[in-house]
T-cell receptor
């Protein structure tokens, strides 16, 4: 069974304190891995798609990396507006159906 | 450009009834996907429509169905509502290629009593 586990479940940071969120997965092959952020009461916002081990993508203070078993979302010098729930989703090879992790709730204190 | 719109935003139904939710994608987007989000199960994929055809389907019972019109607008229907169907239903649109950026709507909050 495909599994996607995100850790930690919750993370509190001070403004400027860099950290990483983890998304580990167990699937048969990998077609793609997606990162989203979701603010309370809103739909998710697409951040990145990663396709193969070694791939990296950046957007402002966020950098996503991918290995064969996990992905990291690095947040550099976060600001309070980065507070949100970060979700990852994995699509296994041979499928187009995403399996989502439960998310990491990030709070950045000023 | 206008974002993804979903109607209605909130809905209260009684167990056993049916419900239809609507999603208008971003202009030019041909793919519409539907998701269910609950505190217990998280975000789960329901189905995806592309050019009026169901292209992918998640693991949900047949009570959940959908369709897409020629203008890419999509509807999803849930028949014989159960209490467990209470959830936030989200739709997302994209150009249609795998990995393309998806734009989510604000969701429809369905409560089944």
């Amino acid at each position: 069974e495909d599994q996607v586990t995100q850790s930690p479940e919750a993370l509190r940071l001070q403004e400027g304190e860099s950290s990483s969120l983890n998304c580990s997965y167990t699937v048969s092959g990998l077609r793609g891995l997606f990162w989203y952020r979701q603010d309370p009461g809103k739909g998710p916002e697409f951040l990145f798609t990663l396709y193969s081990a070694g791939e990296e993508k950046e957007k402002e203070r966020l950098k996503a990396t991918l290995t064969k078993k996990e992905s990291f979302l690095h947040i550099t010098a976060p600001k309070p507006e980065d507070s949100a729930t970060y979700l990852c989703a994995v699509v296994p090879g041979g499928s187009y159906i995403p399996t989502f992790g439960r998310g990491t709730s990030l709070i950045v204190h000023p | 450009k206008a974002g993804v719109t979903q109607t209605p935003r909130y809905l209260i139904k009684t167990r056993g009834q049916q419900v239809t939710l609507s999603c208008s994608p971003i202009s030019g987007h041909r793919s519409v996907s539907w998701y269910q989000q609950t505190p217990g199960q998280g975000l789960q994929f329901l189905f995806e429509y592309f050019s009026e055809t169901q292209r992918n389907k998640g693991n949900f019972p047949g009570r959940f169905s959908g369709r897409q019109f020629s203008n890419s607008r999509s509807e999803m229907n849930v028949s014989t509502l159960e209490l467990g169907d209470s959830a936030l239903y989200l739709c997302a649109s994209s150009l249609g290629g795998f990995g393309d950026e998806q734009y989510f709507g604000p969701g429809t909050r369905l409560t089944v009593t």
